[in-house]
């Protein structure tokens, strides 16, 4: 017998997402590991055809049949393992709501594959100035300490394999500079202004009908004012599957399940109550 979720933007917070989660996951955690492992077998059959695709792109003699078939192999990986993945989200929705993990359901969500693949399409498009700052300032970085030089990064361009990894190791110190600013302009502004996207694949799980753009309005309108809470859901969901896998391979199943679970009640809090424009 189903219910309604109980939590919501006003009443929301991490412990009480966990606490709810952790209940539900009790109540099904054999069906919800089942489709984990379904999950994961799809995520391999999707990575083996990606495989199979770019060898076979590798024996042809046209450079254009080469990178055709490794775009299709892409693509397939894409497909499977995105419908699959919306799939488990949807019957995790269902399980929070009080109702039976349903493994028919991860089968559900093949319909949403063009709208998710252009939901990907556009979501790179938003990350593409965020990686060429990123790059431009950490060479920036680099340059500027002096720590490397233009020329010797054009240089690298040149090189044979043998002297590059030589090169490579004597300009240790600059890559390490570009390294850490990289990754601190990745933590901030990148993946602060980019948090929204976590909200993405569940908002497409739980529409019937969702649109590209306005999915990707939705998750960012959702994320107003919640992204610290957000990051530390995520980092929360994180440690619970890092101590799976330090616990061994077994527990990592569940323990990835649970997470999944956690993210469903995550975009079911933010969006359950949030004002429709």
């Known amino acids: 017998m189903g219910r309604s979720f109980p939590l919501n933007r006003e009443n929301w917070s991490v412990s009480g997402l966990l606490e709810l989660a952790w209940e539900a996951f009790k109540r099904e955690w054999v069906m919800l590991s089942v489709g984990m492992l379904i999950f994961m077998a ?30 299709v192999g892409a693509l397939g990986s894409y497909v499977i393992q995105g419908a699959v993945t919306l799939g488990f989200l949807r019957m995790s929705m269902d399980v929070l709501n009080g109702q039976r993990a349903d493994i028919a359901r991860m089968f559900s969500q093949f319909g949403k594959v063009p709208v998710y693949l252009g939901t990907l399409l556009l979501s790179f498009l938003l990350m593409t100035p965020l990686l060429v700052l990123i790059v431009v300032v950490s060479v920036g970085a680099g340059l500027a300490t002096g720590s490397v030089s233009w020329s010797e990064l054009t240089a690298l361009l ?6 590059l990894s030589g090169s490579m190791a004597a300009m240790m110190p600059a890559f390490t500079v570009m390294g850490v ?16 996207l976590v909200l993405l694949q569940p908002e497409l799980a739980r529409t019937d009908s969702p649109g590209v753009v306005e999915s990707l309005r939705r ?6 004012g919640e992204r610290l809470a957000i990051v530390g ?10 101590a799976g896998f330090l616990l061994c391979c077994l527990p ?12 469903a009640g995550l975009h079911m809090s933010l969006s359950n109550g949030a004002e429709e424009r």
Do not use: H, N, R
């Open 42 to 71: 799809a995520s391999f059959a999707g990575q083996v055809f990606s495989q199979i695709m770019s060898l076979i792109g590798g024996v042809a003699d046209s450079i254009v049949a080469t990178v055709l078939l490794f775009c």
């Open 158 to 163: 040149d090189m044979s394999e043998s002297e």
């Open 181 to 196: 600013t990289a990754l601190l302009l990745y933590i901030f502004p990148g993946a602060w202004l980019l948090t929204p």
């Open 219 to 224: 998750c960012f309108a959702y994320a107003k």
């Open 233 to 242: 859901t995520l980092l929360l969901g994180g440690l619970v599957v890092l």
């Open 252 to 263: 990592s199943i569940p323990a990835l399940g649970l997470f999944q679970l956690m993210l």
